[in-house]
């Protein structure tokens, strides 16, 4: 069989799948599977395929049908300009989750102009680890040496990737991993209090589940999508802890589902403190971020 022939067949079964783009990921998988550059798999269309070239590209093409996301079957992410590992053990970050690491980067700022010497953050849910990651090495390239970052999750599975991640971009000084109930754990008399919450927490309502693509709900790890009847289960939870870990001073930053932006606002205002609450939209114009700021008056 040539390889064009080939990609025809894989293209059929992908459609066949309800794989977006079939075509186009017929011939990327090609690329991925054999390692040769579109150049020369253009050139190579007539040419028979290698067996061995054949049975790496079926494998890979059944593993898509199944829906397995392309990112797991290349164990790579990109996030705010930075390649991630990722496997199953994690959520794959999301190109909107860029306005959470965003927005802690101005809560630093805004924290360090007012003269705090150092600023703690803390990344709760932090899965493969990329907003604490993301943040650590943006806050590298500005220079600034005293921003301390944790990042916690209740998966020691998911940690081990975000270990790996932190290794891979050079960050494992400033950032630290450790396992915890969100909060729950964390020991602010020891440790000292949290100057910035930030999180994307498990928001996706229980009764959802059978509306998700079949790249999620088959393939990404439950603990990071479902959070109760209402979805709310995280922020309620998160919120109620860190009451008594955060400074007077601090922020948190939640990433919202669709619609829970109010309902998250309300959450926060059971913190006292008289927090300035806002709500950040994203590029496609979706109430993507709640953010607060303690100590207002
Ligand atoms: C939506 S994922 C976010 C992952 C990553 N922060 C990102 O933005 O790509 C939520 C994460 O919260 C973690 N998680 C779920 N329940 C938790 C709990 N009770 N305590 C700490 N982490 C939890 C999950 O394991 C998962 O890694």
């Not at 894989?10 to 690329?31: F, G, K, N």
């Not at 999620?216 to 995280?234: I, K, S, T, Y």
């Not at 922020?235 to 919202?256: H, K, M, P, T």
């Not at 109010?262 to 927090?275: Q, T």
């Amino acid at each position: 069989m040539n390889l064009r022939t080939c990609l025809q067949h894989a293209a059929a079964d992908l459609t066949h799948a309800q794989v977006e783009t079939p075509a186009q990921t017929a011939r990327w998988l090609w690329r991925y599977a054999t390692g040769a550059q579109t150049h020369e798999m253009l050139m190579a269309m007539g040419n028979e395929v290698a067996s061995d070239d054949l049975s790496a590209f079926v494998r890979l093409v059944q593993r898509r049908c199944a829906r397995e996301p392309l990112q797991y079957i290349t164990q790579e992410a990109d996030f705010c300009g930075l390649t991630f590992y990722v496997d199953d053990r994690v959520l794959i970050p999301r190109p909107e989750t860029e306005l959470a690491v965003h927005t802690t980067l101005a809560q630093i700022r805004r924290q360090k102009r007012a003269d705090k010497r150092s600023v703690h953050i803390v990344d709760v849910g932090t899965g493969s680890g990329a907003i604490a990651i993301a943040v650590a090495v943006a806050l590298d390239k500005e220079g600034d040496r005293t921003t301390a970052i944790t990042g916690v999750d209740i998966s020691a599975a998911a940690l081990e990737v975000a270990e790996k991640n932190a290794q891979r971009h050079g960050v494992t000084e400033r950032v630290r991993f450790t396992q915890g109930n969100y909060l729950q754990d964390y020991d602010a008399g020891r440790l000292g209090s949290i100057d910035i919450v930030v999180s994307n927490p498990p928001y996706i309502p229980e009764g959802q589940r059978e509306r998700l693509q079949p790249e999620v709900a088959r393939f990404e790890p439950p603990q990071a999508l479902f959070a109760g009847a209402d979805g709310l289960d995280a922020y309620r939870a998160i919120i109620r802890q860190a009451a008594s870990r955060i400074a007077a001073d601090g922020s948190l930053i939640f990433e919202v589902g669709a619609d829970q932006a109010d309902a998250v606002c309300d959450l926060l205002g059971a913190l006292g403190g008289r927090p300035r609450v806002s709500v950040l939209v994203d590029e496609r114009g979706m109430e993507r971020v709640v953010a607060a700021e303690l100590g207002w008056r």
